[in-house]
């Protein structure tokens, strides 16, 4: 709880936009660009649950993205990326994406 409490502070402190994750077609996109740039892509855990840092390796730039699931089960996600600074659904946080849903499935993210 307290965790939660502490990235939506942080997330909103750097005026970064949560994104609803439910527009499959937006989804469906970022999954696809993520898989062909995959290569470039290195998703790395950080000390904090539901957070990663994404580094796009072809261009040394290092991205955050946040996870968050609502009590109602509503899914958000954000990273500071242009792209995720205007509320679209990037190529990292759906490369994120994939290692959260792993570690979800091993009930390791509670
Ligand atoms: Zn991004």
């Known amino acids: 709880m307290a965790i939660k409490v502490k990235i939506r502070e942080l997330a909103e402190k750097r005026g970064m936009k949560m994104i609803e994750l439910k527009n499959q077609e937006q989804l469906k996109n970022a999954i696809k660009r993520a898989k062909v740039d995959r290569k470039n892509l290195l998703v790395q855990l ?42 679209r659904i990037c190529k990292h946080l759906a490369a994120a994406a994939a290692l959260n849903t792993c570690l979800a499935e091993q009930g390791l993210l509670n």
């Open 46 to 87: 950080t000390s904090i649950a539901r957070k990663y840092r994404v580094v796009n390796r072809r261009n040394n730039q290092v991205y955050d993205v946040i996870f968050r699931v609502n009590a109602d089960g509503k899914r958000y996600g954000q990273c500071n990326c242009r792209a995720g600074e205007i509320g």
